[in-house]
């Protein structure tokens, strides 16, 4: 499944696909009878709410092969845009839904429609893999202080995790930090002069007018390229929307923050210079890709997940020259990126059971098997003998396997579906199985072995061994004692979520507003926009969301005891 950061992409089903839900009106206690044998094959329909173009309903090598241990088939619908709100609220006003559901930052539209079923007793009774994994934390998936139903299993980020690499931050080709010399990047400003000076050298790139940055602003992505850096490079950890107080719990809209309207008057700066792409306010998601696989972009500010898909378009086309590296940029030298700062066991997004469903107890189970040890490997590494081998008792991934993953990385996966199938809780990178091996393919010898050359020649040169390496460790930082609030279920208050709404419109029209204004209006519009984003309407938002955050706290530190 994918999360904020994450990650996977589909094309989307018919709605009829959906043809195995039924209506609502699930059994008020779903562990009390059990309605079929996992020997018994069985269609569970799937709704993701991100989405996922290697989706080969199943297909593929791990989906067959999780159809033959389980007799179950996914039989599933993916959000092209991503999101899946509209398709929610078609749901909730229909009261039909498929079997399970991903309903990212949807679930408490799902909550207050009665859609989810609580999943404590069925987990309590047939989901030992599910509780071995999340251990004495299990607690920490109860919706709310009111509310101790667990409505969901977090698939989005693993336990345990401790990333190896970085995959966000500001990213410039291999090429142009090569013909510079391999210069030290620490600011926004040492970025901007980089793009300009390679820009000057190379107005053109395979023909085509070279495009020193641009941005990805098309619906929901507009938070991941053009909002969120406001915070990362002036210190701020991600909270979604908002930024915490970490002292007195207090939220409120990120982009109040000073520090983040002269992010913003920076951007408005690189679009008067002619350094930001003019068209970054109006080309949608696939002209996005298209500008990037053409290896005329110098720069980026974006997650790897989101520009993936042209990234491995440069691999197949022999341009990994163009591909990018990751640089840990800030507004100034006073503050430090937050990316790996620890949010404790992850929580919120992930996959829940509808009250359509006719089996809960049967889908718990393979939701069970899919955290099992034998499902995560699978899912992970793929089948042994076709994806790795076992070499003196560890996991190898063959030559010609890693070649195909770096290279022609979408159809593979396609192929393989390695790494399509996490409809559970799972253990993330960094975590060793029995076997003495990573759960994933995702630690320091694997990423290496990943790295093309230009990556390794970048890397090198700044004495790194991988990008994590530029980031500040999550040493340098405390614990979230809200972990990540991004992933927490929104207020139930119709006031907030249409207060809040408001003020997605109200970000929405005023960034790009101003980030495409002359210098001299800057100040003006973005003044304007704070103003409108702090009306009584929107303060008593900010408030509801920090009894949330307080709340969560208190529940969590409850829990401990």
């Keep these: 499944m994918a999360g904020k950061w994450l990650k996977r992409i589909m094309i989307p089903l018919s709605v009829v696909s959906l ?3 039924t209506a609502c009106g699930g059994s008020s206690d779903p562990t009390q009878t059990e309605t079929s044998d996992v020997s018994t094959p069985i269609t569970i329909s799937f709704f993701g709410s991100d989405a996922s173009p290697t989706w080969n309903n199943m297909k593929d090598d791990v989906g067959q092969a999780i159809t033959k241990a389980t007799n179950v088939t996914i039989n599933a619908e993916y959000d092209v845009s991503g999101g899946g709100t509209q398709k929610i609220a078609l749901m909730t006003a229909s009261g039909e839904y498929p079997d399970t559901i991903f309903p990212k930052g949807s679930i408490t539209k799902l909550v207050e429609a009665g859609a989810l079923i609580d999943l404590t007793d069925l987990i309590n009774k047939y989901g030992p893999n599910i509780k071995k994994v999340y251990g004495n934390d299990l607690s920490r998936l109860q919706y709310s202080k009111d509310d101790p139903s667990i409505y969901v299993i977090p698939t989005n980020a693993g336990v345990g995790e401790a990333k190896f690499d970085a995959g966000g931050g500001f990213e410039v080709q291999h090429q142009v ?7 030290k990047i620490k600011t926004v400003k040492d970025f901007e002069n980089v793009l300009k000076e390679y820009k000057e050298k190379h107005p053109t790139i395979n023909g085509q ?5 641009t941005l990805n602003a098309d619906d929901w ?16 950890p991600d909270d979604g929307e908002f930024y915490i107080n970490p002292e007195t719990y207090e939220a409120q809209l990120h982009y109040k923050r000073p520090e983040e309207k002269e992010y913003f008057r920076w951007l408005n700066h690189m679009y008067n210079e002619g350094l930001l792409d003019p068209e970054t306010f109006t080309q949608k998601n696939d002209q996005y890709l298209s500008k990037i696989a053409s290896g005329r972009v110098l720069g980026l500010i974006d997650q790897d997940w989101d520009y993936q898909q042209a990234e491995n ?28 700062q620890d949010i404790g066991p992850p929580v919120g997004y992930g996959i829940g059971i509808t009250t359509s469903a006719k089996d809960p107890i049967r889908i718990i189970k393979f939701l069970d098997w899919m955290a099992s040890d034998e499902a995560q490997v699978l899912n992970n590494w793929g089948i042994e003998g076709k994806h790795y081998e076992v070499k003196d008792g560890k996991r190898v991934i063959p030559a010609d396997v890693q070649e195909r993953k770096i290279n022609d990385n979408t159809n593979f996966t396609k192929e393989s579906g390695i790494g399509m199938y996490n409809f559970s809780v799972h253990y993330g990178d960094s975590v060793k199985d029995s076997t003495g091996n990573y759960y994933t393919t995702n630690f320091p ?39 990540a609030a991004y992933n927490l279920p929104s207020p139930d208050d119709p006031s907030y979520n249409v207060a809040y709404q408001k003020s997605q419109d109200i970000v929405r029209k005023r960034i790009p507003e101003a ?5 001299d209006q800057f100040d003006s519009i973005y003044d304007q926009m704070v103003s409108e984003l702090s009306t009584d309407e ?3 938002m900010e408030a509801s969301y920090s009894e949330l955050i307080k709340n969560t706290v208190e529940l969590w530190g409850t829990n401990k005891k």
């Design 515 to 519: 980030i495409l204004a002359k210098p």
């Design 313 to 340: 378009s440069l691999k197949t086309s022999g341009m990994s020259e163009r591909t990018y590296g990751h640089y840990p940029l800030q507004l100034d030298d006073s503050t430090k990126d937050r990316s790996f």
């Design 445 to 483: 010898e694997q990423i290496l072995a990943s790295y093309s050359q230009p990556e390794k020649d970048a890397l090198k040169a700044y004495g790194a061994t991988t990008w994590k390496d530029l980031f500040p460790s999550k040493d340098e930082f405390p614990v979230k004692a809200w972990g």
């Design 538 to 540: 929107m303060k008593k």
């Design 221 to 236: 992505k507009i938070m991941i390229t053009v909002t969120n850096p406001a915070f990362l490079a002036t210190g701020a």
């Design 177 to 183: 930090m090569k013909e510079l010399g391999y210069p």
């Design 19 to 21: 043809a195995t839900a």
């Design 209 to 213: 007018p070279t495009i020193p940055l």
